[in-house]
């Protein structure tokens, strides 16, 4: 202490230091050790602060503490946070969470072999009537902050998810999410989710879209190349050749560009089909197949028709249950041809298994009889297993004989449609070659000398044979 005039004491303050964090977010406060020692530290320290241009209020508990530690350990307070701004809380931005990888690019891997799949993508973007496509989590707003000095620190706005849903997409404002308004695939152009009831290609099938998998109508733009396939709940329209691959209709498949297949791929069509032209492929159909210009050494079997009437069928096996149309058939000895109307396969697949079943329950209930038979002989010295063993016995031969029963009024029901498919024809209505073997129901006739048309085929169910006639159509 120094002694003034007046005799009065004045302290000598010792060195100490507040200064701003870079962060420019506290105060710092560090001292000499004779500051530490003064009595009036804290008012000293507080008149400084008031004096500062800094908002908050002091942290003088922290001060306190530090003078405590110089005083136990002789370490002088330093760099102590003494005024804290306020920070910034930061934003969470918006999720989106899809259920699957509906646009993951690659393609599959063979688990086996181990071996890249080329035609098959590894997306997963077929999805059915009301899934669950992805959920949204909404951002969530950040809080500005304040540093020491009074100066905001401005937080941005939350990235939300900017995801629209198309025509065929639906909001589920309960889960907070997107859901498939329709079977089909998931498509994403832009910000617009939508899902594609028609999936339309506009280069064909190949190495860029690999296998195709649609929930819905398929239209394809351009060629479906060989060895990949096509596989549609709806109509598959192809403007382009159809080469050597699967295609699978769940309803009518449209291909006027042609069909140019092989033995080792196969078409279905659950509706009808209408082509240009068939070459050397195999086709099953449930409705009618319209051909304009020729079907060649193809095996076609379908429960509708095949009309053909301006063009020529020549070899192969075209099986029609309602009947063939054709302008010219067969092209020589050395061209196999057979023409088959009248028959469903599906029909006799039916009647054969039926049969099959008839037989086998009707041999399980003769073999049942036979235990029946020898415990009713001594009925009154069965014990209680046994009782109930030959009343399970009686049940399961009721059973069995209610079985038959409906299997062979089935039958009758599969024969008579069998009978009525009987009447279908096969007309040719210009040139009919040797070489062509006809057969409708169990009946066929080989032709051996060319036929000018109109000719028609039909079964005389008195005579139980095919009869040729030129009577014109009806």
């Known amino acids: 202490m120094v002694q003034t005039k007046d005799k009065k004491t004045n302290v000598v303050e010792a060195e100490f230091t507040l200064t701003i964090s870079d962060d420019k977010m506290q105060v710092l406060f560090s001292c000499e050790p004779e500051f530490a020692e003064n009595d009036r ?40 946070p003494i005024i804290t701004g306020r920070p910034a809380v930061p934003p969470v931005n918006g999720i989106l969470d899809w259920t699957d990888d509906f646009f993951i690019a690659g393609y599959r891997i063979d688990p086996e072999n181990k071996r890249i799949n080329f035609q098959e993508k590894s997306e997963e973007s077929m999805v059915e009537k009301r ?41 589920d404002e309960e889960v907070g999410g997107f859901r498939a308004g329709c079977s089909g695939r998931v498509r994403l152009t832009g910000k617009v989710l939508d899902v594609d009831h028609i999936l339309r290609l506009n280069d064909g099938v190949g190495a860029d879209t ?14 479906i190349e060989v060895n990949f396939s096509v596989e549609a709940t709806g109509d598959i329209d192809a403007s382009g050749v159809v080469y050597a691959s699967n295609l699978k209709a769940g309803g009518n498949l449209t291909a006027p560009g042609g069909i140019n297949g092989d033995d080792t791929h196969k078409i279905t069509v659950a509706g009808d089909l209408l082509a ?63 023409l088959v109307a009248g028959v469903n396969r599906d029909l006799q697949v039916k009647l054969k298994s039926n049969s ?23 009925i009154q010295t069965l014990d209680h297993g046994q009782r ?26 599969v024969y008579a449609r069998i009978i009525e498919n009987s ?43 095919i009869v040729l006639s030129s009577q014109p159509d009806e």
């Not at 240009?276 to 409705?287: C, E, P, V």
């Not at 020589?332 to 057979?338: I, S, V």
């Not at 099959?356 to 001594?378: A, P, S, Y």
């Not at 109930?388 to 009758?412: C, H, P, S, Y």
Request: with cysteine; glycine share 10%.
């Open 210 to 223: 690999g296998n195709i998998h649609h929930n819905g109508k398929v239209i394809i733009s351009g060629d």
């Open 388 to 413: 109930e063993k030959l009343t399970e016995i009686q049940f399961k031969m009721m059973e069995g004989e209610e079985e038959v029963t409906r299997l062979e009024a089935d039958n009758k029901v």
């Open 41 to 80: 530290a804290l008012e000293i320290l507080t008149a400084r602060l008031e004096g500062m241009k800094t908002i908050g209020q002091p942290d003088l508990e922290a001060v306190k503490a530090g003078l405590r530690e110089y005083s136990s350990s002789g370490q002088t307070p330093t760099n102590i």
């Open 131 to 171: 899934q669950l496509l992805a959920k949204v989590t909404p951002g969530i707003p950040g809080r500005n902050g304040l540093n020491v000095l009074g100066k905001a620190i401005k937080v941005p706005l939350p990235r939300e998810i900017n995801l629209k849903s198309g025509p065929n997409v639906i909001w």
């Open 356 to 378: 099959k079943e008839i037989k086998r329950v009707k041999g399980m209930i003769k073999k049942l009889d036979e235990v029946q038979r020898h415990l009713t002989r001594n």
């Open 423 to 465: 009447s279908a024809k096969i007309r040719i209505l210009k040139l009919l070659h040797p070489g062509v073997t006809l057969r409708i129901s169990d009946q066929q006739y080989v032709v051996e000398h060319a036929l000018v048309g109109p000719i028609v085929a039909s079964l005389d169910r008195a005579k139980h044979e």
């Open 276 to 338: 240009k032209y068939i070459m050397n492929a195999g086709i099953d159909s449930k409705g009618n197949i319209l051909v304009n210009s020729e079907i060649v050494q193809s095996k076609i079997n379908t429960i509708g028709e095949v009309n053909c009437h301006e063009g020529r069928i020549f070899g192969g096996i075209i099986s029609a249950t309602k009947g063939i149309t054709v302008g010219e058939a067969g092209a020589g000895q050395d061209t196999p041809t057979l």
